[in-house]
């Protein structure tokens, strides 16, 4: 089940991705997946999206024991992440509201 939702939640990322480089050349996100969490024991898998212009991230969590909730940080690439994370029903996490995301998160430093 949860390799058929980071499949799923790849194809969201890709989409949203694509459409940011369309948009805003200038952010150029890289998305990685990480599968590392698992062997730490951690029944989970993360997303990083990140800037490497303004050194911004955003970590997307889909854990094995609640498949239905992905769990996000608007963080930074050279900080380790905040013991709190927000969380989103996977079903709401869309295309659009992740390309929102990285625009907003990303594209507001680069205007700073």
């Known amino acids: 089940m949860t390799d058929k939702l980071l ?6 990322a890709t989409d949203a991705h694509t459409r940011i480089q369309q948009d805003f050349k200038e952010i150029d996100p890289i998305v990685g997946v990480n ?6 024991g951690i029944p989970a898998d993360a997303m990083t999206i990140d800037c ?3 050194g911004k991230r955003i970590i997307l969590i889909l854990h094995d024991q609640k498949p239905e909730i992905i769990r996000y940080q608007f963080a930074f690439k050279n900080k380790d992440p905040d013991d709190e994370f927000e969380e989103i029903p996977f079903n709401e996490l869309t295309a659009g509201k992740l390309y929102r995301w ?7 430093a680069l205007q700073a």
């Not at 499949?7 to 969201?12: C, H, N, Q, R």
């Open 35 to 40: 599968r590392s969490m698992r062997k730490s």
């Open 52 to 54: 490497l212009k303004t």
């Open 7 to 12: 499949f799923a939640l790849s194809d969201i």
């Open 102 to 108: 990285i625009r907003d998160y990303f594209q507001g």
